[in-house]
């Protein structure tokens, strides 16, 4: 099993995570930077490894939506394929809902609301995404073994998939 967050030098790990830029759409700058900001910490800091291949990585991932499909295309760093996975959104539908309305609330917050007000609605935040993430590792266990901060960036990209901004 992997531990969490797994070092750079780690064959266990992303080493490159790309986004399908016809599943993206148009997006604000509020996205963008949360697109920008989950990668960049998923390739910091992450604990990748499909379930089967232990020691063959690193690996990339491309992330794409087909119809209701979640597709995880992941390959090793020379590109050579190693599997791709077909996930069914509907799991997430709700928790991806929630969590485009809370991120919404909380933009707006942050130019105008007060200090506590940010605060709570940060927090509320923060639940809906640990459910998202949840939900997620729960649903990749049995395919790629992930810690729980790499199912929290991966979340944050799923959602960037499908916000329009």
Not at 40 to 55: A, I, K, M, R, T
Not at 86 to 92: A, I, M, Q
Not at 99 to 121: H, M, W
Request: charged share 25%; hydrophobic share 35%.
């Amino acid at each position: 099993m992997n531990t969490p967050n797994t070092p750079p030098g780690s064959k266990q790990r992303l080493v490159a995570v790309t986004l399908d830029e016809a599943s993206i759409g148009r997006s604000n700058a509020d996205v963008e930077h949360e697109r920008k900001i989950a990668i960049y910490d998923l390739l910091e800091q992450n604990s990748f490894v499909p379930v089967g291949h232990e020691g063959d990585g690193p690996y990339t991932l491309h992330l794409s939506i087909n119809g209701n499909r979640l597709v995880f295309d992941i390959r090793r760093e020379d590109g050579t394929p190693v599997m791709a996975h077909l996930f069914s959104l509907s799991p997430l539908r709700r928790i991806v809902k929630d969590y485009y309305l809370i991120c919404d609330s909380y933009y707006q917050a942050i130019r105008t609301a007060t200090p506590d007000k940010i605060e709570a609605i940060d927090m509320g935040r923060r639940g809906i995404h640990n459910e998202g993430s949840r939900i997620l590792m729960e649903r990749l266990k049995d395919k790629v073994a992930i810690d729980s901060d790499t199912a929290r960036r991966l979340f944050t990209l799923i959602c960037v998939l499908h916000w329009r901004g």
